[in-house]
């Protein structure tokens, strides 16, 4: 089922955790007097972690109000920048790229394999919520590639096989650490 055409239930309130309220604090900290809405894709970033992967609205007005910015500048952001999460996605989110570096390398096989494996397509979310694929821009280890990244953790060197498995554990709730599958 795709995440992008689901009715997405927003929740009216949201505020950070007592930890992630020190964490902002923190945050915001580091910029100099008058520069603390520099904080806000930090700030984004950590309220989506806290709300499982995405941001909702109250998510978004939440961090305005913190940095004292307008609702709209933070809107702004939030639609830019890709790493920010506008709609519910899965446990896991596989972020396959598919710029020429990696196309050459083989991501047309990479991603074929993907949506065979996880029975869903670009901008889907599996029905257990546990994967949602979506392709990317580059994500910087073009020497490497074909890669994807899950959540955090990068996979370079990606072969169909390789990632059937690395999609397998993941599914099985194994730890699968990243980097390069062939030791580089």
């Not at 089922?1 to 604090?25: G, I, L, W």
């Not at 392709?135 to 959540?151: D, F, I, S, T």
Request: charged share 20%; aromatic share 6%; net charge negative.
């Amino acid at each position: 089922m795709s995440a992008n055409t689901v009715a997405v239930e927003q929740p009216e309130q949201f505020k950070f955790t007592p930890a992630n309220r020190k964490r902002a604090k923190a945050l915001i900290a580091k910029y100099p007097a008058g520069r603390q809405a520099s904080a806000v894709v930090p700030l984004l970033d950590l309220a989506q972690r806290q709300n499982g992967g995405w941001l909702p609205r109250a998510a978004i007005e939440y961090v305005a109000a913190l940095l004292e910015m307008p609702v709209i500048r933070v809107w702004e952001v939030a639609t830019f920048y890709t790493m920010l999460n506008l709609t519910p996605v899965g446990r896991h989110l596989v972020q396959l790229c598919t710029t020429t570096p990696c196309w050459l390398m083989g991501s047309d096989a990479i991603l074929e394999a993907c949506e065979k494996t996880l029975g869903i397509g670009l901008g889907q979310t599996t029905e257990d919520g546990a994967f949602t694929l979506v392709e990317v821009e580059c994500l910087g280890a073009c020497a490497n590639g074909p890669m994807m990244q899950v959540n955090d953790d990068y996979y370079e060197d990606l072969t169909p096989e390789r990632l059937g498995q690395i999609l397998d554990d993941l599914e099985a709730g194994k730890e699968v650490p990243g980097g390069s599958r062939i030791g580089r």
